[in-house]
């Protein structure tokens, strides 16, 4: 004889602790997976920004009624703003959205925070490690911008899990013109949704995802690039924000 039992979970609490869910199901604690956290894979690898949706940024919008939409001709997101509810470290940041704080030690060991550029716009660009060729190359491409981007008002800020010790190095190296800042702990990348699960030669494994923002002088998200390429992404950039 076979009996068909209906199975009801009751729900009751779900409690955000940092970058995790807790989820209290009948006294017991369940904690979600990484899909759950981080956010969606970008949708595509080449040099457009992007904002993708996370599944977790999803079901808050819909208990919100949000209602986001996208150009598609520009290949950057539009939409509400962001502000009523929380944005959680690895979910990928949207255009209007409030830039996360940061403080982190530049190439001298200096302090740089994000209040430093209030009223300035800015571009951060984060790459994986110092001296690589893809990371050279991206660096010296800003380098050769820098002039332009300053003319137009814009501060340059290159972000790595790199020491202090080895930027000051990679800096003094390549001439770079502007600051380097280490983020050893990966919190800035974290916070900014460039760190999370990679794949290569079909591993997954954790690291810095390439990617470029800028931040307006009202300390706003005004582009979002993820998961770019290091090679001709500066020119890409300086087309976009200069032309």
């Not at 819909?62 to 001709?73: A, E, F, K, P, S």
């Not at 790199?162 to 990966?186: K, M, N």
């Not at 001709?232 to 950039?237: M, N, Q, S, T």
Request: hydrophobic content about 35%; some cysteine; glycine content about 8%.
């Amino acid at each position: 004889m076979v009996v068909v039992v209906d199975i009801v979970v009751v729900v009751e609490t779900t409690v955000v602790v940092g970058a995790a869910v807790v989820v209290e199901v009948a006294g017991a604690a369940v904690v979600p997976g990484v899909d759950e956290l981080v956010a969606a894979s970008p949708v595509s690898t080449g040099e457009h920004p992007i904002a993708t949706k996370d599944r977790t940024s999803n079901r808050n919008r819909d208990r919100i009624g949000r209602d986001h939409t996208r150009r598609r001709d520009s290949g950057c997101t539009t939409g509400a703003r962001r502000e009523h509810f929380p944005i959680l470290p690895g979910m990928q940041l949207q255009v209007g959205d409030i830039a996360p704080e940061f403080t982190r030690p530049d190439h001298t060991g200096a302090l740089v925070s994000k209040k430093d550029f209030a009223g300035t716009p800015v571009v951060i660009y984060f790459y994986p490690k110092a001296f690589t060729p893809g990371c050279t190359a991206e660096s010296c491409d800003f380098r050769d911008s820098y002039t332009a981007f300053q003319n137009a008002g814009y501060e340059i800020l290159g972000v790595s899990p790199d020491p202090v010790d080895r930027l000051e190095a990679f800096r003094e190296e390549h001439r770079l013109p502007f600051p380097l800042i280490s983020d050893e702990d990966h919190s800035m990348a974290s916070a900014y949704g460039a760190w999370g699960i990679k794949q290569n030669y079909g591993k997954e494994y954790e690291g810095l995802i390439r990617s470029t923002f800028t931040i307006d002088g009202d300390g706003r998200i005004s582009h979002a690039w993820y998961n770019v390429r290091a090679k001709g992404h500066a020119d890409r950039v300086e087309s976009e924000l200069l032309s």
